[in-house]
């Protein structure tokens, strides 16, 4: 057993999918799920995620020695401080977030203004567009890459720790540096959500298009987009409030590119578009060659999802 | 049999996938396919998707009564010109294309001068990022819609005929009129298409970031669009060349849309940014409920892709 007592702070999709892997595997002597909403409890409940099942941050801190914090990442520092009521020292604190800069700063702030816990920060970058306890599941996370971001208070037994949870969740696991985890992720997945986002609004609100033509006949693209914008609305809007100088930014830079391919349109230049389109074929190949995009991975979530 | 002699006109994703159909379910007596590329006949031939393979328009057309345009829309006009020569009085023209205002006009211009054949415009909503004969398999179109297009030189029988060939490839089908199937397919493909396109080109295009980290953790969202930007080049180009100003339009309000998430996520306005992904998840919902987006039909999709 790597963990005594760990606590999952919010059963959400990830929460959940990693409750799945500490009990299935045996990574955990005792599992608490602590959760503010009562149906998510009840829910986990029922699919025996945990051992204990609390909206008592008292009960659920005690005598644990790994905390994760997996709710959306604005509710870090709120939580941190009735955490920090209740650890006992040299717990390893960690989380799920998707921006660790922001997130890292609320749990060191008022969780461990002396030392007492071990900080090092986690981000499974995995996921479907689903929320909730009961679409989590324990192969959501094989094959995929954990970023751990580990600062000068991190040691290196936690960050062993934290590698072996993951790597038996299925992981690949690798660290890196948190104001560049920021900046990656801004580009591989904070900019496309909110594109996907804002296309899907724009969709919608379009004047002269009947709701129902749009949505029957969204095999066209339209429908990818609907799925990656089916996202928890919660999550997401925290990621965009605590990332957003990269975001910011990157937007920009996205909205010059796109009135650069407009005016290709506009002029009839076919030849500056083709170019791109050739470009970003190369990426695609370069992504499937990378192992990240495998219809056998995809089928298994498929499948996974159609419980 | 619904025909005796029918040509298909570029021997690509959709053309071949067609091809599979008017064989396999007897549709046709006779199946021609044309395309100048050596390469995609050659591979045709192995697959053995028809009974003649031709780069000599004259053969392909002789005889013929049905013929489909299934190459990229611009190439519609110097084809069309080319198979008038050789066409009988009475055969049904109708073509794959995406955009069917000019796919049209360039058919009626170059081909039915003197009304001696039946012109309906056809386009099956359906496809995958990939292309070629070799990547074309008969279940594609199942369950999804294909909308014709009559004007008033079509006449009831083709109409009839037509519906009744892609019914039996699985497809619903729907009429309406062209230039209402372009602003529709506008906003639930175009657009979309080109927003993928234009985000794998601005993340590539990122300095300070390595290209194999994008690739790496491309599974947090990227590669989704790098998948839809994986398409056919030339095809697409000559979509947004040929269904311009519409497309022109949706920009535009896209970019507004998309300056206004902007300005929220730079002024903490997390409440508007909620209520958007609230109406937006809520899309999603009826993308399900119309059976728009079943991972029944997906992993369908992935299995033989892996073919």
Redesign the interface.
């Known amino acids: 057993m790597l963990f005594t007592k760990a606590l999952i702070l919010g059963i959400g999709l990830i929460g959940s999918s990693l409750a799945r892997n500490l009990k299935e595997k045996n990574i955990v002597q005792t599992l608490a799920v602590y959760d503010k909403n009562k149906e998510n409890l009840d829910k986990s409940k029922k699919l025996a995620l945990a051992d204990i099942y609390t909206d008592n941050i008292k009960e659920g801190v005690e005598d644990a020695d790994i905390i994760i914090f997996a709710t959306p990442v604005c509710s870090f520092g709120e939580l941190a401080k009735e955490v920090a009521k209740y650890v006992k020292a040299g717990t390893i604190i960690s989380d799920v977030g998707s921006v660790k800069q922001y997130s890292l700063q609320e749990i060191e702030k008022y969780l461990n203004k002396e030392k007492k816990v071990i900080v090092v920060g986690g981000h499974p970058?995995?996921g479907t567009?689903k929320s909730g306890p009961e679409n989590g599941f324990s192969s959501l996370f094989k094959g995929?890459?954990c970023?751990l971001t580990p600062d000068e208070n991190s040691t290196p037994e936690a960050i062993a720790k934290l590698t072996e949870m993951w790597e038996e969740c299925g992981m690949k696991v690798d660290t890196m540096d948190m104001a560049h985890h920021d900046?990656?992720?801004a580009?591989?997945?904070?900019?496309?959500?909110?594109?996907?986002?804002?296309?899907?609004?724009?969709?919608?609100?379009?004047e002269?298009?009947e709701?129902k033509?749009?949505?029957?006949?969204?095999?066209?693209?339209?429908?990818?987009?609907?799925?990656?914008?089916?996202?928890d609305?919660?999550m997401?809007?925290?990621i965009?409030?605590t990332n957003?100088q990269t975001?910011?930014e990157?937007?920009?830079?996205?909205?010059e590119?796109?009135?650069a391919?407009?005016r290709n349109?506009?002029w009839?230049e076919?030849d500056k578009?083709?170019d791109?389109?050739?470009?970003?074929?190369k990426?695609?190949?370069?992504?499937i060659e990378?192992k990240?995009?495998q219809?056998?991975h995809?089928?298994r979530i498929?499948?996974e999802?159609?419980k």
């Open positions: 970058v995995a567009e995929r890459w970023i900046k990656v992720m580009a591989v997945s904070h900019l496309p959500q909110l594109i996907a986002y804002s296309i899907v609004g724009t969709v919608a609100d379009l002269g298009y709701h033509e749009i949505i029957k006949y969204s095999a066209g693209g339209f429908r990818d987009f609907t799925r990656i914008a089916g996202s609305p919660t997401w809007r925290d965009f409030l957003k975001v910011l990157l937007i920009q830079r996205f909205i590119d796109l009135i391919l407009e349109i506009r009839d076919g578009m083709f791109l389109f050739k470009r970003t074929q990426i695609r190949k370069d992504v990378a990240q995009d219809p056998e995809e089928k498929m499948e999802m159609q």
